[in-house]
T-cell receptor, first 111, second 115 residues
Framework: RKEVEQDPGPFNVPEGATVAFNCTYSNSASQSFFWYRQDCRKEPKLLMSVYSSGNEDGRFTAQLNRASQYISLLIRDSKLSDSATYLCVVNRENTGNQFYFGTGTSLTVIP | EADIYQTPRYLVIGTGKKITLECSQT?????MYWYQQDPGMELHLIHY???????EKGDLSSESTVSRIRTEHFPLTLESARPSHTSQYLCASSEFKGTVNEKLFFGSGTQLSVL
């Protein structure tokens, strides 16, 4: 079983829509959680960390459910510039603080 | 913006050649990593380092080597390039705190094509 699983999509949504991505992780020892954004043929860039209480950064809201080993990302009022692949990333101490990546969820925002 | 740099950005090379991919960071981060990523696939860890003179193997390490003589520099060497090495190579670094929320910062990558 993969460490991190995501629905690859693609998600094609109109401008202004709200879209949600989900991610599950297999190891309950995972400690830190992140969403990264990756544009085509570019490097991943940190979008936001995910905290146990949930957190928001502008139009982006991240949630963590440790009991279900589930992470989500909600994007409100989608912009054309949000088109990218969104990577779910987890980190755990018992493997030397290694990072584990999902394959990413592809989002295209349509005018 | 993260201060981590990779060269070359693109490299096309013939089979059997020895190549070194360069990675430098100016953030003073202890941990550095090399990942390989094919289109539409997840990142796979090749090597990582906790600091100077520390190197560890990841999942795909068998055909490459790394060195960490200085904090800021973490080059990756392929002794004999093969077409199966064609991929994007991403270098990353993080400030090792040994606790939660250790964030990872990436260089812009090297796209390697082996003919």
């Amino acid at each position: 079983r993969k460490e991190v699983e995501q629905d690859p999509g693609p998600f094609n949504v109109p401008e202004g829509a709200t879209v949600a991505f989900n991610c599950t992780y297999s190891n309950s020892a995972s400690q830190s959680f992140f969403w990264y954004r990756q544009d085509c043929r570019k490097e991943p860039k940190l979008l936001m960390s995910v905290y146990s209480s949930g957190n928001e950064d502008g139009r982006f809201t991240a949630q963590l459910n440790r009991a279900s080993q589930y992470i989500s990302l909600l994007i409100r009022d989608s912009k054309l510039s949000d088109s990218a692949t969104y990577l779910c990333v987890v980190n755990r101490e018992n493997t030397g603080n290694q990072f584990y990546f999902g394959t990413g969820t592809s989002l295209t925002v349509i005018p | 913006e993260a201060d981590i740099y990779q060269t070359p950005r693109y490299l096309v090379i013939g089979t059997g050649k020895k190549i070194t991919l360069e990675c430098s960071q100016t953030m003073g981060h202890d941990k550095m990593y090399w990942y390989q990523q094919d289109p539409g696939m997840e990142l796979h860890l090749i090597h990582y380092s906790y600091g100077v003179n520390s190197t560890e193997k990841g999942d795909l390490s068998s055909e490459s080597t790394v060195s960490r003589i200085r904090t800021e520099h973490f080059p990756l060497t392929l002794e004999s390039a093969r077409p199966s090495h064609t991929s994007q190579y991403l270098c990353a670094s993080s400030e090792f705190k040994g606790t939660v929320n250790e964030k990872l910062f990436f260089g812009s990558g090297t796209q390697l094509s082996v003919l």
